[in-house]
């Protein structure tokens, strides 16, 4: 032992001791001086306010010299004003407080002041806590910003700003935001860290500092915030003497780092704290509506800061990288202190032997991504618990012959001033990735190194993903505004005003942008000026981004519905409630359009019987199949033909387009809310919630490459092309990920006969959607012409038309008994197919005849609702002039789906010629494609 260490432990042992004293005198005076705490409401006569036992008026007006004065102040938790408890609790609670004894100096609400965030639930929390007549502190909770105002900007209109600190009666107190937008989990944005390092830096080491918070830090067993740890080290040397939270709905104290940590129970089920501050101490009270009071903690406000060096880790440095295992050094004080370490969340391993200073310890790697890994290290001492943490960069190992997996490197990163939610658009074209972040810039970055072009600032946070028309980039931001930005210069042409936070990802077709807003209307606007065509009003903040298909635009709102609008008019051509409450409500992803269904994912809900995907007749809004696969938060995409969702357990699921089957299942260990699957060549790649990207071969299902970014929230959807993968984090950095996609799978159909056919990729689509089959002696026969009952069995599979309805008659005389009777029938009674009359008075279908490209066309333009181009369209085909089927014909070849043959100088559609399976399988590929 060297001579100085005794000196500084005797030195401890005397504080420990001088603050042990301390407290025993401050619990005397409150428990014993003062009458019992039995408050007004629990039965009995007395009040812990009465008498002089915490100091009345009189010891108030005194106060210390250079110590604060005596007061009290209410700290209210979770409230979710808005919900049937917290309407019948949370005004309970305010009573008690209105006629506690001594009038509290104020009262802050700790986070989910509502359930939902409504203009409406915000109305009823003012006029709740209004009657108090106190100054009211307030900070968003998970429930504000998760539900209908995600953008925040309800509570910035209402209270000014997310985090601020105010002065009172010689305290510092700071209330921060933890919230994140769209998010349960907590996290600590770095633009706010800055700002409180500066304030703390102000007030000085030795002012007492306390702090709000809705999520907990350090709370034993569970964590709710992604970087906890840049508290920690942000107030580290300062005085905060105590720390308030919520979020958990229980009474709960415990210490980190020094620090003593409060959980208030929530108001919604009658809790609130009772805090006094007076003789040097912060006494903290639990209270719950009609019980007594309980004695949580006596605080004394001049201990000093804790002490920076009881915890240290002395290597592996910060940053250092590594391509096998490394050696952890930790310093500690006191040394018999039980210490052990983690990675990235996992499952803590001992460190050392008890009674040495310095512990040593070597950290395998085997097992682990390649990238970025935050290790934890954790001391207990007594009833504390201290935590250190460094992040390390582990290299990447060669890829093992004979195995699947796939070279994955970093090829930059890009750091912002907050965390990254707005998903990147890769600009192939031109080498340029657009992004936007939390500290409210979006930035054009070169994809080739990640040098910044150009950034434009805004007044809110940035959450959608921005979209490209020509030059011209469109994004939108939480401050109301939509713009359209140059992408050459930076230099922004037009802003929209939309009445309410634009948190939705923009949807550009034509010279039209389409997006919703934070107050529930959707928007059409003139790319080209940024003059609004029409606007559409729902019941519900629109979160996600739209699509389009078949002349109209398809978003859901978390009113619960689906809508679908007529994308020239605005007009609501249907609306589908899918949603059992606003909690399940359709709006966590976009909808997907593909194959003329709109399919659309529902949060996961664990009532009996509830479905977390629905595909959607585009044109009706009927139901086609609904699956009880829990779609989770995030849109549904396409590969392989397949619609991909994925669940929270990051379980990526393919199901069949028409029927709804399962056709394969991907496996993760990932938690995913925000981050849809993103196909890239033959590959799934899928961003979890605790700082993983994932690959897997979208065939095989076997991982072909992971990479860590570090213990930080993905909150966003990861973008994939040109060989990266571009992955956004909470922590403030945009990741680009060099790597090569899996080769897509081999397009040959199963058939004997179309290996070198012109269609053969057409045909394997179509046979693997079971759209169309062979014959028995496995051959496809591409050109031979398709008849009428075979396109009839066709068009209804992809219809899901599986048969007429029960009792259905039909007026074909010649279907009687022929094998496609359902499928005819189906389309009959749909209106699809009219059959021709004939001079005995009946009507025939002529099932086995060939089916004319005329035929073809006009069944096509009935399926998609379409029965003459839009004026002025002039169709290219010169043998059409005189055909009956014209229109139906130029109708189709407008939306892309018929293309006709030159012919010397002419371009003929041949509309009497026989249509063959070939071009019938084209087609349906064409349709599954077509907007």
Known sequence: MQPWDGIRKAQRQRRRLLRGVLLAFVAFLVVVVAPSPVWPGAGG??????????????????????????????????????????????PQVVGEIATLPERPAFVVVGGDLTELGGRDQYDVYDATLAPLGLPLYSTPGNHESRWLDAGKGQFVTRYHSRYYDFAYGGIHFAVLDTSVSNQTHGHFEPAMLDWLRRRLAAWGKEAPVVVFMHHPVGYPGQRFLDNEQDFLETVEGYRVVAVFTGHGHIHAAWRRNGIPFFMTKAAMEGGYTIVRVAEGALAVWTKTVG??????????????????????????????????????????????????????????????DPGQAVRTTTVPIAGLAPGFHDL?????????????????????????????????????????????QSTPLIDGARGFVYFGSNDGVLRCVRLADGKLRWQVGTGGLLLGAPCLVGATLYFGSSDGLLR????????????????????????????????????????????????????????????????????????????????????????????????????????????????????????????????????????????????????????????????????????????????????????????????????????????????????????????????????????????????????????????????????????????????????????????????MQGYGDGTFLPAAPITRAELATVLARYLVATGPGEGYVTRFADVGEHWARPHILALEQRGLVQGEPMSDGTVKFRPDDPVTRAELATLLARIRGATAPSPGFTSRFADVGSSWARDYIAAMEEEGLLKGTSQGKKYLFRPLAPATRAEVATILGRLAEAP
Request: glycine letters at 14%.
């Open 45 to 90: 006569p007395g009040s812990v306010w009465g008498g002089t036992g915490w100091g009345g008026p009189e010891a108030r007006a005194q106060g210390l010299a250079g110590q604060p004065t005596a007061f009290t102040f209410v700290h209210i938790a979770d409230p979710h004003m808005g919900s049937a408890a917290g309407n019948r609790a949370t």
């Open 291 to 352: 019980q007594e009071a309980v004695l949580a903690a006596a605080v004394p406000l001049d201990a000093p800061a804790a002490p920076s060096a009881s915890l240290r880790i002395l290597g592996p440095q910060p940053g250092s990288r590594w391509k096998g295992d490394f050696t952890l050094r930790v310093r500690l004080s006191p040394p018999e202190a039980t210490v052990e370490y983690r990675m990235d969340g996992g499952t803590w391993v001992p460190l050392g």
């Open 376 to 420: 934890t290290v954790r001391a207990t001492v007594g009833g504390d618990v201290w935590t250190r943490e460094v992040r390390v960069r582990l290299e990447p190992p060669a890829p093992t012959a004979g195995t699947a997996t796939r070279a994955v490197s970093l090829a930059w990163r890009y750091r912002t001033g907050g965390g990254v």
């Open 484 to 771: 359209a930005v140059d992408v050459l210069s930076g230099r922004v042409k037009w802003e929209f005003a939309a009445g309410g936070p634009v948190v939705a990802s923009p949807l550009c077709v034509g010279n039209t942008v389409y997006f919703g807003d934070g107050e529930g209307v959707f928007h059409a606007v003139d790319a080209s000026t940024g003059a609004e065509r029409w606007r559409f009003p729902t019941g519900g903040l629109i979160r996600a981004g739209a699509t389009w298909g078949r002349g109209m635009v398809y978003f859901g709102s978390w009113d619960g519905h689906v809508y679908a609008l007529d994308a020239a008019s605005g007009r609501l051509v249907w609306k589908r409630n899918l949603a059992r409450q606003i909690y399940y409500a359709p709006s966590g992803g976009a909808p997907l359009y593909y194959l003329d269904k709109v399919y659309v994912t529902t949060p996961a809900d664990a009532h009996a019987g509830r479905l977390g995907v629905h595909a959607l007749d585009a044109a009706t809004g009927e139901i086609v199949w609904q699956s009880t696969v829990p779609g989770g938060l995030s849109s549904p995409v396409v590969q392989n033909l397949g619609v991909l969702v994925n669940t929270a357990g990051g379980r990526v699921t393919a199901l069949h387009p028409l029927s709804g089957d399962v056709w394969w299942e991907l496996p993760t260990d990932l938690t995913v809310y925000d981050s849809p699957a993103v196909p890239y060549g033959g590959d799934t790649v899928l961003g979890g919630l605790w700082g993983e990207v994932v690959a897997c071969n979208g065939w095989t299902g076997q991982e072909v490459w992971r990479y860590r970014l570090g213990f930080r929230l993905l909150a966003a959807r990861a973008a994939a092309g040109h060989g990266y993968v571009l992955a956004p984090s909470m922590d403030g950095y945009l990741y680009a990920l060099k790597v090569a996609p899996s080769p897509l799978p081999s397009a040959e159909a199963p058939f004997t006969d179309v290996s070198r056919h012109w269609a053969r990729e057409s045909v394997a689509a179509v046979a693997r959607l079971g759209l």
